[in-house]
């Protein structure tokens, strides 16, 4: 099946640093991604879909300042923390929409990552 | 928009069957998904039912699909202690470009 690789899993940071973490579609090419936040015990909140070669699409209350976004590729597309805060800490999730299909039948995620901010 | 919600917590003893139940108010959703995610790791996709279907049986998950009521359930039979999780139920908003998930529900199994 479609693999996505999400790096880091987990990663801890000082506060002000940014992170940046990636989100691979391994056998497969992804016009769009999604960005996901999840906080503990709660459902994935989606913060931004991101489609290859032009802006991401926010959702309402995320700070695209904040949450930066870059699809440059039909296999990459990667998420950074700019100044990150212990409010930030979360589980960050992606998730990948195979090319030439038109539902969400063929969405993939990442493993997540487990951002910590000290 | 597309609000949908779930009980959080199921606890079932091993062997027995778990029904998690999920409710949605977007009635033009014509795919809904349930998900399982394990500790620290992402989500896999379960099954999926189209919204034309009442019922979808795949091995020993099984689907039921009220789309009157917008309700949408997942049967586990048989569950074994590798069944303990979270269960995700999602549903598209807006298109196809977009899923809502509903809070989860942790699922316990007990011998």
């Known amino acids: 099946g479609a693999v996505v690789s999400q790096h880091p899993s987990w990663v801890i940071c000082k506060s002000g640093t940014s992170v940046k973490i990636e989100c691979r579609s391994l056998?497969?090419?992804?016009?769009?991604m999604f960005w996901y936040r999840q906080f503990p015990k709660q459902s994935l909140m989606l913060m931004a879909t991101?489609?290859?070669?032009?802006?991401?699409?926010?959702e309402q209350g995320v700070e695209k300042d904040k949450f930066l976004i870059n699809h440059a590729s039909l296999t990459l597309s990667t998420l950074t923390v700019t100044s990150a805060h212990p409010e930030d800490s979360s589980f960050y999730i992606c998730?990948?929409?195979?090319?030439?299909?038109?539902?969400?039948?063929?969405?993939?995620f990442g493993s997540g990552t487990q951002l910590s901010v000290l | 928009g597309e609000d949908v919600e779930q009980s959080l917590f199921l606890s079932v003893r091993e062997g027995d069957s778990s029904v998690i139940n999920c409710t949605y108010t977007d009635s033009s959703s014509t795919y809904l998904y349930w998900y399982k995610q394990e500790p620290g790791a992402g989500l896999q996709l379960l099954t999926y039912?189209?919204?034309?279907?009442d019922m979808k049986q795949d091995q020993r998950l099984t689907v039921l699909l009220n789309k009157k009521d917008k309700h949408l359930s997942l049967r586990i039979a048989d569950t074994q202690t590798g069944d303990s999780a979270i269960y995700f139920c999602?549903?598209?908003?807006?298109?196809?470009?977009?899923?809502?998930f509903g809070a989860g529900t942790r699922l316990a199994v007990h011998p």
């Open positions: 039912i189209f919204s034309n279907m």
């Open positions: 991101s489609n290859e070669g032009s802006k991401a699409t926010y």
């Open positions: 056998d497969f090419q992804a016009t769009t």
């Open positions: 998730s990948a929409k195979r090319v030439g299909l038109t539902t969400n039948e063929k969405l993939f």
């Open positions: 999602a549903v598209p908003s807006g298109g196809y470009n977009k899923l809502i």
